[in-house]
């Protein structure tokens, strides 16, 4: 991903930044931007439940050695940025015929926005066995609040790494915020394609922070549909759909 643009490119960051964020917040992102600031998220408050902060992957109760060296901390997507993905994502799908999965689903926070859309199901997949609990105690919470808008109440955390997940029998929306690197995101990217290939189930993939988006590139089969680079790349996103036509021979290590 580009992030040196020249004027042009600088124009349409700005403009995607704007369709993201909206005027005032766009305003105030280019300044939090140029003082280094952290935004103000209220999304906790708003719903009494606990998903703000950051964890690094040392301290996130991860045993596998392997999987903590490629995994990357915790941080949840802001809310305008996964309501953003929802909203361009969504529009035109049947959204009962789908299942919204969050592979590195963190503390859920992205589960709680899913849950207020019609999906089939809501899944979280996550590595740390700390935040699952976290995610659980979250879901139970929203769910149980009968002031919380729920068009989903199928809303699950499966506390495995993601390369082990096993995806339902529907067509899938991904979502991934930079969860995992190298291997591990190869590995799931090759699970996807031979999904695809095998059920012929749609697979839409929504990137945010798409530090790994090459490997993608390079994989046949998938198709990048459109990108939003805003003003910082950790709200940017782009969105790929996986038309594998057969499962691909590409050796994997075994190295996770
Ligand atoms: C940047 S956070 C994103 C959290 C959440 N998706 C959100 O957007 O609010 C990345 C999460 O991925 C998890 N993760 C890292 N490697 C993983 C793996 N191999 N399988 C499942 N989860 C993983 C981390 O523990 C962390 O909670």
């Not at 005027?23 to 408050?45: C, G, M, N, R």
């Not at 990137?207 to 198709?223: A, I, N, R, T």
Request: hydrophobic share 40%; net charge negative.
């Amino acid at each position: 991903m580009q992030y040196n643009p020249d004027s042009s490119g600088k124009f349409t960051i700005v403009m995607n930044t704007y369709r993201v964020f909206g005027f005032w917040e766009t305003i105030k992102e280019v300044i939090l931007y140029l003082l280094s600031q952290k935004p103000h998220d209220d999304f906790d408050k708003k719903y009494g439940v606990v998903t703000s902060g950051v964890t690094e992957s040392s301290d996130a109760g991860i045993a596998d050695e392997t999987a903590r060296s490629l995994a990357v901390g915790y941080v949840p997507t802001r809310e305008v940025v996964i309501r953003h993905i929802l909203q361009n994502t969504t529009r035109n799908l049947d959204l009962q015929e789908y299942s919204f999965i969050d592979l590195g689903c963190g503390k859920g926070r992205t589960l709680i926005v899913a849950a207020q859309q019609p999906f089939e199901e809501v899944i979280g997949v996550e590595l740390s066995p700390l935040h699952c609990k976290v995610a659980e105690t979250n879901i139970d919470r929203y769910l149980s609040n009968t002031q919380n808008p729920v068009l989903c109440r199928n809303v699950r955390v499966s506390c495995v790494n993601a390369a082990d997940f096993v995806f339902p029998d529907t067509n899938l929306l991904i979502y991934m915020y930079r969860p995992f690197l190298g291997p591990i995101f190869k590995h799931v990217a090759e699970n996807l394609r031979r999904f695809q290939s095998v059920t012929g189930h749609r697979v839409l993939i929504a990137y945010s922070c798409p530090v790994e988006e090459l490997m993608l590139e390079e994989y046949p089969g998938f198709v990048k549909r459109t990108e939003y680079q805003v003003i910082s790349m950790d709200y940017s996103w782009s969105f790929w759909e996986c038309q594998a036509k057969e499962p691909s021979v590409l050796a994997l290590t075994e190295h996770r």
